[in-house]
């Protein structure tokens, strides 16, 4: 098979968006999210050195998780509107229905399509609390999500804030895990949006495997407590 | 300053999938000026170009230099003439809209030496590590520039199957030299701040007991290839994974394991074509770009041919674009001796 494409191929720059939408979640903070996804969409379509490459995906999680927004050029879509409610905070079906979106969304841009390595921004005010149906440990699952022999295996870098659990945080983040300072849900929800926007930013640019390909800044370091992150060695 | 936009198409539809038709075009923009705009501002006009525009691109990308920093590299470099009696060599290395959006140095370069001598010409790109915006330009100038030294400088094998092991120890050379630069010039970095990968081809002159053969090298994701009459072919297999995800580069603690060569047959080669990462993948990704760079590198060129052939525009390319190629003279190859000598004189050739 020649390495030589006989159709465009352009690259691209898949990011997904991980947020937990749980009962918790509910009134200022969802809104906040809310917020920020138009602005998100803004910088990205100001930026061309990032707006003709990144594609963003919106994956929603709570008692269970879905997509809420397939991988696209954000200047082209359709915004949704998430909505929190429910009692559970399911960390493994956000897991797999991630893991599955991450390879089916990447592989759906067609055969030969070049890609920066995936990065997956996961959000969460709550610790891990499955309904009785669900799995009662996440691990396995997140386990297969960063799975160094899986082609498509993204960075995940992970945010708490609330009443979330700094261990689970640590554990579920692949290099930066932080945690939001401000009690305010609103204040977290905005700074961990900026600092989603300018790591996007600024992660196209050409790194050493050691640096996982990532850059992550937090917009304003005093607003954050950084988590050391512990990682297995090959 | 902000360059004029440039009018983007409405197309709507689905400008997500992969399927969709490239705008491919010429875009010619006579003198390039545009209206003044109503603060009284006077924008800086973009030299008009016929360089190609592929795939739909966004406007508005800012043309800022890097200003605290006195090692950058020029926006542009450009070279094209005749190296020795029978080779003509041409290159260009421009400065990616990313690093000009950012106000941040380009970190590519070229190089090109022949030997006194030995009968041997050699040519690189280098292309620096992301990462290191401040210092790896300085690392991807001097590793080529130093290989091409090494290359043609020492005795060259007697044998054309000695040349890979030759290549080898002139790397191991380069690597050392790169350390100690850093160690006396440089001594708050460390060697990673110096972080470069390669591309290098070397090949005799005519009349050399080496001659129809070429040895092509890489450390990292550099690119080499082959330009028959109307066919493109890569010298290394392309580079798989993830775009952004480095593996080899110079200096390095294991040259040996670093070190890719490829001997190859010059007979029925009308060009060999260097290039660093960014443009390859744009000559693997794209039909249309490979015609119009097989179009200007039909024929030897000069340094400003090198320059529009690497003006194109495509969607999501934004690295720095750097390439070298050689037009060997030898009497199976397409670029004959009179072809040559018909370039010669004080003015260019005009393509």
């Known amino acids: 098979m020649s390495d030589f494409e006989t159709e465009e191929a352009f690259p691209i720059f898949p990011v997904f968006l991980l947020v937990d939408v749980s009962g918790s979640m509910s009134g200022s903070a969802i809104d906040a999210v809310n917020t920020f996804l138009p602005e998100l969409k803004e910088a990205i379509r100001s930026d061309p050195t990032v707006g003709e490459i990144a594609r963003i995906a919106i994956i929603a999680f709570g008692e269970g998780a879905r997509s809420e927004l397939a991988l696209c050029d954000l200047a082209y879509a359709d915004l949704p509107t998430l909505r929190a409610e429910g009692a559970y905070t399911d960390f493994t079906a956000a897991f797999d229905v991630t893991k599955r979106e991450i390879e089916d969304e990447i592989r759906g841009l067609g055969r030969g399509t070049k890609f920066h390595r995936p990065v997956v921004f996961f959000i969460s005010d709550g610790q891990f609390n499955p309904p009785a149906s ?14 160094k ?24 983040a692949t290099r930066h895990a932080f945690f939001a300072n401000d009690d305010d ?50 | 300053m902000r360059l004029r936009r440039r009018r983007q198409d409405e197309s709507g539809g689905n400008l997500e999938s992969h399927l969709e038709t490239p705008r491919i075009s010429s875009e010619s923009e006579g003198n390039g000026l545009s209206e003044l705009p109503a603060d009284g501002s006077t924008p800086a006009a973009e030299t008009a170009r016929t360089a190609p525009v592929i795939g739909e691109v966004q406007g508005g990308l800012d043309v800022r230099l890097d200003a605290h920093n006195a090692f950058r590299l020029p926006s542009m470099a450009a070279d094209g003439g005749l190296l020795t009696s029978q080779v003509w060599v041409a290159a260009a290395s421009l400065t990616g809209l990313g690093h000009s959006y950012h106000g941040t140095t380009g970190q590519d370069s070229y190089a090109f030496a022949a030997g006194r001598e030995s009968g041997m010409v050699a040519i690189a790109v280098s292309d620096g590590l992301g990462s290191k915006t401040h210092t790896a330009q300085i690392g991807a100038v001097l590793v080529s520039r130093i290989v091409c030294d090494l290359l043609t400088g020492a005795r060259i094998p007697s044998d054309a199957s000695e040349l890979p ?23 708050k970095f460390a060697d990673e701040d110096l972080s470069s990968t390669l591309a290098f081809c070397l090949l005799p002159e005519t009349g050399s007991v080496l001659s129809g053969e070429a040895l092509i090298g890489r450390v990292g994701d550099c690119a080499a290839f082959t330009l028959s009459e109307d066919e493109w072919a890569n010298v290394f297999p392309r580079e798989t994974g993830p775009l952004n995800v480095l593996t080899r580069c110079l200096p390095t603690n294991d040259v040996d394991n670093a070190l890719e060569t490829a001997r190859i047959h010059m007979a029925g080669l009308r060009a060999i074509v260097l290039t660093t990462d960014g443009l390859a993948e744009d000559i693997y990704n794209s039909p249309a770009l490979r015609g119009w760079l097989r179009d200007c590198w039909s024929e ?11 003006r194109y525009r495509r969607r999501g390319s934004h690295d720095d674009r750097t390439a070298a190629v050689v037009w060997p003279s030898h009497p199976e190859v397409g670029i004959s001796g009179d072809e040559l000598e018909k370039n010669r004189g004080v003015d260019p050739p005009t393509r």
């Not at chain 1, 022999?149 to 579920?172: C, D, H, L, M, T």
């Not at chain 2, 030897?300 to 690497?310: I, Q, R, S, T």
Request: hydrophobic share 40%; with cysteine.
């Open chain 2, 300 to 310: 030897p060129c000069d340094g400003f041919k090198m320059v529009e052939a690497l």
């Open chain 2, 165 to 187: 092991a030759f290549a080898s120890e002139c790397l191991h050379k380069a690597n050392r030299q790169l350390r100690e630069y850093r160690s006396h010039y440089m001594v």
């Open chain 1, 149 to 172: 022999n899986w082609k498509f295996r993204p960075e995940i870098v992970a945010f708490g804030f609330g009443e979330a659990n700094q261990s689970e945080i640590q554990r579920i």
């Open chain 1, 185 to 234: 849900p609103v204040a977290a929800v905005r700074e961990i949006m900026k600092t989603i926007i300018g790591t996007i930013k600024v992660t196209t640019r050409s790194l050493r495997e050691d640096q996982g390909g990532l850059i992550v800044r937090p917009s304003d370091p005093n607003r954050f407590t950084v988590l050391p992150v512990q990682t297995v060695d090959d």
């Open chain 1, 134 to 147: 669900a799995p009662s440990d996440w691990n396995g699952a997140h386990d297969a999500l960063v799975d």
